[in-house]
């Protein structure tokens, strides 16, 4: 029997997926460009969508029992069913999260939904999920979570390739193989000579899924020292408590951890956050790393580019369709750093 | 400017009157009424009933588009770093914000209050988030869950959430406005809404006849008052003498175009900005299009059984935007069957994600369903920079061609 | 040669130097290298002041134009490469500059550049190059405050330029005067990619359009899509071009007009700010040392 289901976004519930017997892997884009996925989606839809699809299509992804998306933004609205139509004997299903986050019935609407997903599982995998393996999962993922959170508080001592290879990996990994900060970093040599560089950025955006940005802030020996994507800090930010009922604890994390823009907390809770990275890391500025076609952030971009204005800390915006071209965003992130060792 | 070339309507100079009035209204003469700035898909009706003034920035967005006015309105937003890729609508929206002085109207007037429903898009959350900054003005939020059950029913506890947070925007519009919601005038407005919304549906369901009554522009132009006058006694009168005109049509056996050859079904908004010139080149070869999926989206009838609360609820979840891909691919089979048709034209529009999405996926299924062949033009509602007539000639030549 | 076809995309290669500097008696002699996707520009500074320059086309290999490019300065003085002290290289290939000892990007050296060329009241360049366009804001001390890229793609730039000039058979250098001589402006082409704004050219020949009539709605594209990138900084005055293309008067005159602001006209060779930038720059790196 298969083991895996895949899943495109982080707010889809991994520990219920995991108490059901099954390992959640997240699907990410990979660097060849999509020509299957040209017939279901259009060319201005983003690569996540395209490059997800592309690879489902080509049966690379044929060892997944199932695939389970989160509502989030238009465009993975239409992939859900799209991706239902392509594979109809799949199980795929979309846990329709609140977008209103800050209602006061967000809370108990989405503990409903979840149980909904919890009977879809059950009835067709002809499984149970019981408390007991939610509490257990919901531990296991917290010490994960735990051991990222510890990796970024020592992660001066590694490059930021090493940053993405980490975070990049612990999502596609069964949980328990991230127990510490050594076991997220093995094979990975910290990087001595990176402690001599002096500029910090904070990364801001949906997913990072390939290494070109990484490595030219390596060559260029500027530091991460903070990141606001999906498949990085956001994702482990906000543990789910251990006490009292497991469904309930998931959704409330779910509710509490860092905005997707595709959700609504406050009007200006992302340009808050935003600001306390850059302070509470002392970094020199902040670069948007976007995707085309991606409306929530292209929708944020303004509003979080103000607040920086404001506070009188540089900024660059990248957009890029799946991999960062290297001569045109080197000489854009060059050119930014000597802008901001001038300053 | 392309000039229609088809019959006119008698009721048009009703229509224009009707929303130069509104807008007119809405500017200066709200006779102190708080202005609520509400997306197409929100509960109308409980903001009318509390005597607040809602204006429609989407229809505004296709005003733009129509007048030709989107592209410098986008240009502004541009500038002020908003992409290019996102909502034509929402763009000239935000431009107008920036710039009223050089939009069409002078703009939309300031909002007091602003109330955005996600039952149609991700983008309206975004643009009144935008809208929120700009005017300081407080924003309610209404989430519909979006519905992927193959039946198109809510999921209970989608419905319940969403009827809390309508005994919770009836709070907050209460707060703002200091008054008390009336029931009476609650259910009175729902029923001059619902009056409306069926005689629309009567005049849509008059184009089965052969040959059909209107063409897919005159449905564009005569939904304006359902969705933005909607719940309104000059709404519902509006309508009665739309009916009364395409009945004696009908009864007339008056066609719409010159002579109808083909029948088609349109998919999607409207091209606002070169709306004749498009539908001309169908014109060109007698075909009509005698329904759409569009302007039926606000055809849909209060679901009226018990408490009112829960069938507003029921209502604005299950709107069409709000549904599967399945629940579209049998729409559109059922128009085309009902409607007997030849054909149908997706415009797959840049602007609209969830409506585009998945097109290719439902011609390919409604044309394996019903034999009927699909065709899919990319283009935009508003932004006029993204249409090629050249290339969409072309297609829709090769397109008539291989209906004959 | 009379069966050689005119190619009407070639510009001229040139050089120049100052033949009153006495570089002998300079405490620092320094250089710049701009090696850009279409020309390269080397410039030598003795003392801070422009010594000699040469502007020529960037061949298949950067090392090697980089290396002509400099020939080419040196060629009518009697100044040799090593007696140089420092090099910096920018650019395209500015990593590929074999004799440079540093790297900065253009869009630092356009900046430096356009200060020197243009003096301390420069708040905005706008850099039009051979590959891509850059709006850059700037401090007195012409040090980069922002900077804005179009994204990669050909419309705008100066290897878009050639390629219309190439399909009308105008020579480029004349692009910008015939663009302005028509009866009536026309209609900007709607396509702001080049493979479609060639399409699009072609279209309207065919339709009988003149040629200048195709190069003033082929500039006045062009124009606006600059236009839109020099609003989203947000211009302040004053106002310069530098690059290749400020030379192209149709289009510099197309900006002016809806940018609603006039740009400052040169009294020198635009297209070497980003090489003296660097010159300037590989002086301020020696000075620090």
Same mark, same amino acid.
């Given at each position: 029997m298969k083991n895996k289901i895949g899943y495109l976004c982080t707010y889809v519930p991994e520990e219920i997926i995991h108490a059901a017997g099954f390992l959640p892997v997240r699907i990410a884009p990979s660097t060849t460009p999509p020509t299957r996925a040209d017939a279901h989606l259009?060319?201005?839809?983003?690569?996540?969508?395209?490059?997800?699809?592309?690879?489902?299509?080509?049966?690379?992804?044929?060892?997944?029992?199932?695939?389970?998306?989160? =509502?989030?933004?238009?465009?993975?609205?239409?992939?859900?069913?799209i991706w239902r139509e392509s594979f109809p004997n799949l199980f795929v299903e979309t846990v329709v999260g609140p977008v209103a986050l800050n209602s006061p019935h967000a809370?108990?609407?989405?503990?409903?939904?979840?149980?909904?997903?919890?009977?879809?599982? @059950?009835?067709?995998?002809?499984?149970?999920?019981?408390?007991?393996?939610?509490?257990?999962?919901?531990?296991i993922y917290n010490t994960r979570r735990r051991a990222l959170a510890d990796f970024y508080a020592r992660r001066a001592e590694f490059s930021a390739v090493q940053w993405f290879n980490v975070m990049n990996k612990a999502l596609t990994t069964p949980p328990e193989a991230i127990s510490d900060r050594r076991s997220a970093t093995s094979n990975q040599q910290s990087a001595i000579e990176n402690q001599k560089s002096k500029i910090g950025v904070v990364l801001v955006g949906a997913?990072?899924?390939?290494?070109?940005?990484?490595?030219?802030?390596?060559?260029?020996?500027?530091?991460?020292?903070?990141?606001?994507?999906?498949? +990085?800090?956001?994702?482990?930010?906000?543990?789910?408590? @251990?006490?009292?009922?497991?469904?309930?604890?998931?959704?409330?994390? @779910?509710?509490?951890?860092?905005?997707?823009?595709?959700?609504?907390?406050?009007?200006?809770?992302?340009?808050?956050?935003?600001?306390?990275?850059?302070k509470d890391n002392r970094a020199d500025g902040v670069i948007f790393y976007h995707k085309k076609f991606c409306d929530p952030h292209a929708w944020d971009y303004p509003p979080l580019a103000a607040a920086l204005d404001r506070e009188k800390i540089p900024h660059l915006l990248l957009e890029v369709e799946q991999v960062a071209p290297v001569g045109q965003t080197r000489v854009r992130v060059e050119a930014f750093l000597e802008m901001l060792s001038e300053g | 400017m392309s000039e229609r070339r088809y019959k006119k309507l008698k009721t048009a100079p009703q229509l224009k009157k009707l929303l130069e009035q509104h807008y007119l209204a809405a500017k200066y003469f709200h006779l102190g009424k708080p202005i609520a700035w509400v997306t197409s898909g929100a509960p109308v009706e409980i903001v009318r009933a509390l005597d607040i003034f809602p204006v429609y920035p989407e229809n505004y967005g296709a005003l733009c588009g129509a007048r030709g006015a989107s592209a410098a309105m986008c240009q502004v937003a541009e500038a002020r770093v908003y992409s290019p890729d996102l909502c034509a609508y929402a763009r000239s929206s935000v431009g107008m914000m920036s710039d009223a002085k050089h939009a069409p109207l002078g703009g939309l007037p300031r909002p007091d209050l602003l109330i955005t429903c996600g039952n149609i898009c991700g983008t309206v959350l975004k643009w009144y988030e935008a809208a929120a900054r700009h005017y300081h003005a407080p924003l309610f939020i209404l989430d519909t869950p979006f519905i992927h059950a193959d039946d198109g029913e809510p999921t209970a506890h989608a419905i319940a959430y969403v009827a809390a947070q309508l005994e919770e925007l009836i709070a907050f519009l209460e707060k703002q406005t200091r008054r008390k919601l009336s029931k009476e005038k609650l259910l009175a407005t729902a029923m001059l809404s619902s009056e409306a919304v069926s005689l629309w549906c009567d005049v849509r369901e008059f184009c089965r006849a052969r040959p059909s009554p209107l063409n897919a522009p005159d449905l564009f132009l005569n939904m304006a008052p359902i969705v933005t006058l909607r719940g309104t006694k000059e709404c519902a009168q509006f309508y009665r003498a739309l009916k009364e005109e395409i009945a004696e049509r009908v009864a007339r056996q008056v066609s719409a175009l010159p002579e109808e050859k083909y029948r088609l079904v349109w998919d999607n908004i409207a091209i606002w900005h070169h709306l004749y010139r498009f539908y001309n080149h169908f014109v060109d070869y007698g075909?009509?299009?005698?329904?759409?999926?569009?302007?039926?989206?606000?055809?849909?009838?209060?679901?009226?059984? +018990?408490?009112?609360?829960?069938?507003?609820?029921?209502?604005?979840?299950?709107?069409?935007?709000?549904?599967?891909?399945?629940?579209?691919?049998?729409?559109?089979?059922?128009?085309?069957?009902?409607?007997?048709?030849?054909?149908?034209?997706?415009?797959?529009?840049?602007?609209?994600?969830?409506?585009?999405?998945?097109?290719?996926?439902?011609?390919?299924?409604?044309?394996e369903q019903t034999g009927k062949p699909g065709l899919v033009i990319e283009a935009d509602h508003s932004d006029p920079r993204s249409y090629d007539d050249e290339t969409i000639r072309a297609r829709i030549q090769t397109f008539m061609e291989g209906l004959r | 040669m009379e069966n050689m076809p005119q190619e009407f995309w070639r510009w001229k290669e040139y050089n120049w130097h100052a033949p009153d500097i006495a570089w002998r008696n300079a405490k620092i002699i320094t250089a710049g290298v701009d090696v850009g996707s279409v020309s390269t520009q080397a410039v030598v500074m003795v003392d801070g002041k422009l010594f000699a320059y040469a502007n020529r086309r960037t061949g298949s290999s950067s090392p090697d134009s980089a290396r002509r490019a400099m020939d080419c300065a040196l060629e009518e003085t009697d100044l040799a490469l090593d007696k140089i002290h420092y090099v910096v290289g920018t650019g395209y290939g500015r990593v590929n500059v074999p004799?440079? =000892?540093?790297?900065?990007?253009?869009?630092?050296?356009?900046?430096?550049?356009?200060?020197?060329?243009?003096?301390?009241?420069?708040?905005?360049?706008?850099?039009? +190059? +051979?590959?891509?366009?850059?709006?850059?804001?700037?401090?007195?001390?012409?040090?980069?405050?922002?900077?804005?890229?179009?994204?990669?793609?050909?419309?705008?730039?100066?290897?878009?330029?050639?390629?219309?000039?190439?399909?009308?058979?105008?020579p480029i250098e004349e692009m910008g005067e015939l663009s302005l001589r028509v009866e009536k402006e026309p209609e900007p082409v709607s396509s702001t990619c080049v493979v479609f704004a060639k399409s699009e050219a072609l279209g309207l020949l065919r339709k009988g359009w003149k040629?200048?009539?195709?190069?003033?709605?082929?500039?006045?594209?062009?124009?606006?899509?600059?236009?839109?990138?020099?609003?989203?900084?947000?211009?302040?005055?004053?106002?310069?071009?530098?690059?290749?293309?400020?030379?192209?008067?149709?289009?510099?005159?197309?900006?002016?007009?809806?940018?609603?602001?006039?740009a400052r006209k040169p009294d020198f060779d635009t297209q070497i700010a980003g090489a003296v930038g660097a010159a300037l720059i590989a002086k301020k790196m020696k000075d620090e040392r």
């Open positions: 259009q060319s201005y839809t983003c690569c996540l969508a395209r490059s997800c699809l592309d690879q489902a299509l080509a049966g690379r992804l044929n060892d997944l029992a199932g695939v389970v998306f989160a =509502h989030t933004c238009d465009t993975m609205q239409g992939l859900a069913d809370q108990k609407y989405l503990v409903a939904e979840l149980r909904r997903f919890v009977a879809a599982l @059950e009835q067709h995998f002809d499984v149970r999920v019981t408390e007991d393996a939610l509490r257990a999962s919901i531990r997913t990072i899924d390939e290494p070109t940005l990484p490595q030219i802030l390596d060559d260029l020996g500027a530091r991460i020292v903070a990141d606001d994507f999906c498949n +990085g800090a956001r994702y482990f930010d906000t543990l789910v408590a @251990e006490e009292g009922d497991p469904i309930e604890a998931i959704a409330a994390r @779910e509710l509490t951890r860092a905005t997707c823009p595709c959700k609504h907390r406050a009007l200006d809770d992302r340009a808050e956050r935003l600001l306390k990275l850059v | 075909a009509c299009f005698v329904t759409d999926t569009y302007t039926g989206g606000w055809a849909m009838r209060m679901n009226d059984q +018990g408490d009112p609360i829960h069938a507003f609820a029921r209502t604005y979840t299950q709107v069409f935007l709000n549904q599967s891909l399945r629940v579209r691919v049998r729409d559109m089979a059922d128009l085309i069957t009902r409607f007997d048709v030849d054909g149908f034209v997706m415009h797959s529009n840049r602007s609209c994600k969830p409506y585009s999405v998945g097109q290719y996926d439902i011609r390919r299924i409604v044309t | 004799f440079a =000892h540093k790297t900065m990007t253009e869009i630092a050296c356009h900046a430096r550049g356009a200060n020197f060329l243009y003096g301390a009241s420069v708040r905005t360049v706008l850099d039009m +190059g +051979g590959q891509d366009c850059k709006a850059i804001k700037i401090d007195a001390q012409g040090k980069v405050v922002n900077f804005l890229m179009n994204d990669k793609c050909a419309a705008g730039t100066g290897r878009g330029l050639e390629v219309i000039a190439d399909l009308l058979q105008v040629k200048n009539d195709v190069l003033a709605a082929y500039s006045r594209a062009m124009a606006h899509r600059v236009a839109a990138l020099l609003k989203r900084i947000g211009i302040e005055k004053e106002f310069v071009i530098t690059g290749g293309i400020a030379k192209n008067s149709g289009i510099v005159t197309r900006l002016e007009k809806e940018l609603g602001i006039v």
